[in-house]
């Protein structure tokens, strides 16, 4: 294996550890530690983890090791005011769709409904990720797009704290069910409400993450 494809999988392999908070936030970390636990040799892993703290996951500290930062309570409500804004004007923009793409959406409830049955919090939170998504691909606005998908990596830590329990997946996927009906009967206005109480109620449980 090339030392490039080493560190893309240090890369992703290291990223994914911390968006399902297998590290508590704050906590030091050691660069060896990291390594022996992937099976890999340093060399990729430190040029991981410094592509990790360019994108703002991790601060590397020489000779001491590596930290994961922590987003605090003000910046996660200032993301999800942020997706609240963003996210209802891209799906009212969206309105019609076709059936095609109905078709899609409805499958990816599908696919929810099932992650909630099986207890997966891990894969519903994945799902969520291409439920949102999946407007702003169709909107089609690549700043948009690129913005969103900034703010959501690293909120997904964030995410794995709101979904901690099953009663709260449930509440989070019957929101996702609430927008779909809403596209489908085409009343922007019942979209925007849609939207803003699916993500009001990530907002609600913020105070769980960081009071508990």
Known sequence: ??????????????????????FEPGSMLSENGIASGLGMSRTPVREALQILQNEGFVDVLPKRGVVLKEIDAAAAREILDLRAAV??????KCVPLGGKNLSELEKMLEVQRGCYENGDISGFLRHDVVFHAYFI?????????EIIHSINERFMSVGFAILKNLAAVKTSYEGHRSIFEAVKSGDTSRIWHAVYDHINFGKSQLSQVYDS
């Open 1 to 22: 294996m090339r030392s490039g494809t080493k560190k893309d999988e240090a890369y992703q392999r290291i990223k994914q550890m911390f968006l399902e908070r297998r």
């Open 87 to 92: 996210e209802g004007y891209v799906v009212v």
């Open 137 to 145: 691909e169709f909107y089609g606005n690549s700043l948009i797009a």
